[in-house]
């Protein structure tokens, strides 16, 4: 079965400190990748996903995130956090092409300090 | 802003009662999920359904069930609550062409 790391549970930094969040997925096979976050008080939402094609992808507010095949992985990264980037961030996979489901990784709690 | 809705937000019942949990969107999607979360922990999917009729369970075990009489609407009952239902638990639709979910505001459940 499909399995979903996250390695950061809670990250705290400084506003215009620069953000890696590691994601790292099982399944060697065709896949779609997928950061969600979810603000306080707030649905989660969709901030960025991959489905082929360039491994670098953008998302809504700066985020962007690099899908390396060799090494399983899905990072998040953003160069200047702000303080509305507090927020927990969920990397998902949604995979073997086809399957229905999509597997979720524990979340990330980031806290940024003004 | 996605259209899907979660009632109720919060509640908090003696064990053995009977709940039924409400999602519904409004935005046609054939495709509708349940997850349950805990604090720390992933998204575990529980049920999932691919349309009107269709249900599945999920990878967790649950002693929940869901019905699909309407594309809008995925209800998830609870037949005799216990404490070790107490979770939060939310519900998504899926956008077919964009593979996309869109995920409810969730039902935070404390059974006492």
């Known amino acids: 079965a499909q399995s979903v790391s996250q390695h950061n549970h809670h990250v705290i930094l400084s506003e215009a400190a620069s953000l890696e969040l590691g994601c790292n997925y099982s399944?060697?096979?065709?896949?779609?990748l997928f950061w969600y976050v979810q603000y306080p008080g707030q649905h989660l939402q969709l901030l960025l996903k991959y489905f082929s094609g360039d491994p670098l992808v953008k998302g809504i507010k700066g985020f962007e995130a690099e899908f390396i095949k060799s090494k399983f992985s899905f990072n998040l990264r953003k160069p200047s956090v702000q303080w509305s980037d507090t927020a927990e961030y969920f990397c998902?996979?949604?995979?073997?092409?086809?399957?229905?489901?999509?597997?979720f990784g524990t979340g990330t709690k980031l806290q940024v300090i003004p | 802003e996605a259209d899907i809705y979660q009632t109720p937000r919060y509640l908090v019942i003696g064990t053995g009662k009977k709940i039924t949990l409400e999602c519904s969107q409004t935005?046609?999607?054939?495709?509708m999920y349940w997850y349950q979360q805990d604090p720390g922990m992933e998204l575990h999917l529980i049920h999932y359904?691919?349309?009107?009729?269709?249900?599945e369970k999920g990878d967790l075990s649950s002693e929940s069930t869901v019905s699909r009489i309407r594309t809008e609407h995925f209800p998830l009952t609870l037949e005799s609550a216990r404490p070790s239902h107490t979770s939060q638990y939310l519900c998504?639709?899926?956008?077919?062409?964009?593979?996309?979910?869109?995920f409810g505001p969730g039902t935070r459940l404390l059974v006492l």
């Open positions: 998504a639709s899926r956008d077919l062409f964009q593979e996309t979910q869109y």
């Open positions: 399944y060697g096979g065709t896949v779609n």
């Open positions: 935005m046609g999607h054939d495709k």
């Open positions: 359904s691919y349309g009107v009729n269709s249900t």
């Open positions: 998902a996979v949604n995979g073997p092409g086809g399957y229905q489901k999509v597997t």
